[in-house]
């Protein structure tokens, strides 16, 4: 049979279709998705007979009776291209400030204060995917992520808060392409929305910390609104 990606249309080489799993991934748009409602009468079971996902490249996982910890590092080829770029717009700035001093008017040190702040986001932003882990911990009472050596906001929460966890996509329009992220979140029992983690960069990523952290928990995986597809 024919599959053709839930998000773009394409059709999927065989290459890239895991029949024991279910799952195709599209190389045209970097989709992961289940085609198991395709196939007749194959996959119209409950939803908590999915298959699992594997553990991502790169993740490392630890699970005993007490705890569950699962790391992995930042660092992807992208921060080789955001260097560049970070180092063309800090030296650009470098550049300007040497001239800039030289004068006695303080309109050209004032002009680009804005840039220097993005400046200096990035630069940190760069330096913290080439150092920074993070780590999840899971254990009956907590659920915390924690992000270093370089500071980074983290996240706790109280599992019995947790009512159940899931996974979102998001899609960034530029002139000329096209990129998608992935976010882990949380609904919690008293109604709300949490975001957990943002910006992975794999679908794999966000919807193996789901399983896991689920199991972990004894959480039943049930359908959200809006989540990715699985």
């Known amino acids: 049979m024919e599959i053709r990606c839930k998000r773009c249309d394409a059709e999927i080489p065989v290459e890239d ?54 790391t992995w590092r930042w660092f992807s080829l992208k921060y080789i291209f955001l260097t560049v770029f970070v180092l063309f717009w800090d030296g650009f700035l470098i550049f300007w400030y040497s001239m800039a001093l030289r004068s006695d008017d303080w309109l050209p040190i004032l002009f680009p204060i804005i840039h220097v702040a ?6 940190y932003s ?15 009472r907590s659920l915390e992520i924690e992000h270093g050596p370089l500071p980074w ?9 947790v009512k159940q966890l899931y996974c979102k996509e998001r899609i960034q329009h ?47 995986d049930r359908p959200i609104r809006g989540e990715l597809e699985r």
């Open 174 to 220: 530029s002139r000329n392409s096209t990129s998608y992220s992935y976010e882990l979140r949380a609904v919690t029992h008293d109604g709300g929305d949490r975001k957990l983690l943002k910006g992975l960069e794999e679908a794999e990523q966000a919807l193996y910390l789901e399983q896991e952290i689920e199991k972990f928990l004894r959480i039943e």
């Open 153 to 161: 906001p983290g996240k706790r929460l109280e599992a019995s808060y």
């Open 126 to 140: 760069v330096l913290a995917g080439y150092l920074n882990k993070t780590r999840i911990q899971v254990t009956p």
């Open 17 to 70: 279709v895991n029949i024991d799993r279910l799952m195709a991934k599209c190389k045209r748009c970097n989709a992961v998705f289940g085609f198991a409602d395709s196939l007749d009468g194959v996959g119209q079971g409950r939803r908590g007979e999915r298959l699992d996902v594997p553990l991502p490249k790169g993740f490392k996982m630890q699970r005993s009776g007490a705890g569950l910890v699962i």
């Open 118 to 123: 993005v400046g200096v986001g990035l630069t």
